[in-house]
């Protein structure tokens, strides 16, 4: 099984700035994903961390908008950059491994934009 | 595309009741599918998945190819099995998860 803490667990930002978000893992993991969750809804993948490379990005989402840093395998960041009101939202780290293709997550950072 | 529905977004049983939580899903391959649980105030956990044919919590899930679904399924629903349930489907192409909009469970007293 796999730890993951994430922080902050919580902020509130202002229009036009960029936050990071950290991302731990207690363990070595294959796989590390970030994930946005709107209240009520379900889960978006925004992208695929990869180690050591650039992120893979699902469509919609830009790396100029969602910098995300993977310089080993247990640690991760996600940048929400030049924020508005939309995006607010839940982030969620996410990490498991490939064999075994169990996904644990973080307990997700709320973001809140005025 | 790789796609999984979850048509129902509540679904409201009383304390006994069977419940079923409806996945269908579509994928050109082997699926791998899953059942993640998210409790009130507590992070999305794995419920089972359907390599290992448990039953967790009283809960099971079978996957049928012919219907592409995998339902899952309790035959006496407990109040503390009120939370959210997320059916995902592993992309053995992508190297991701796929994840339903979710059905929220509320079993009433």
């Known amino acids: 099984s796999a730890v993951i803490s994430q922080k902050p667990s919580r902020d509130i930002c202002q229009r036009g700035t960029s936050l990071t978000i950290q991302c731990q893992v207690d363990s070595q993991v294959t796989m590390m994903f970030w994930y946005r969750q709107q209240p009520g809804q379900s889960l978006t993948l925004i992208a695929t961390a990869n180690q050591g490379s650039e992120a893979t990005y699902e469509s919609g989402f830009v790396i100029d908008k969602f910098p995300i840093s993977r310089p080993n395998l247990t640690f991760s960041t996600l940048t929400v950059s030049n924020m508005s009101p939309e995006d607010s939202s839940i982030y969620l780290c996410?990490?498991?491994?490939?064999?075994?293709?169990?996904?644990?997550f973080g307990e997700g950072s709320r973001l809140t934009v005025l | 595309a790789q796609r999984v529905t979850q048509p129902e977004k509540l679904l409201s049983v009383f304390k006994g009741a069977p419940v079923e939580l409806k996945c269908n899903y579509s994928y050109s391959g082997s699926p791998e599918l899953f059942w993640y649980v998210q409790y009130s105030r507590q992070r999305l956990q794995l419920l089972l998945r359907h390599i290992s044919r448990e039953s967790i919590k009283g809960f099971t899930a079978d996957l049928n190819k012919g219907e592409t679904s995998f339902h899952l399924k309790k035959p006496f629903a407990q109040e503390e099995d009120s939370a959210m349930y997320y059916c995902a489907l592993f992309d053995n192409y992508g190297q991701n998860f796929v994840f339903g909009p979710g059905t929220r469970l509320s079993v009433l007293p």
């Open positions: 996410s990490a498991g491994i490939v064999n075994t293709g169990e996904l644990f």
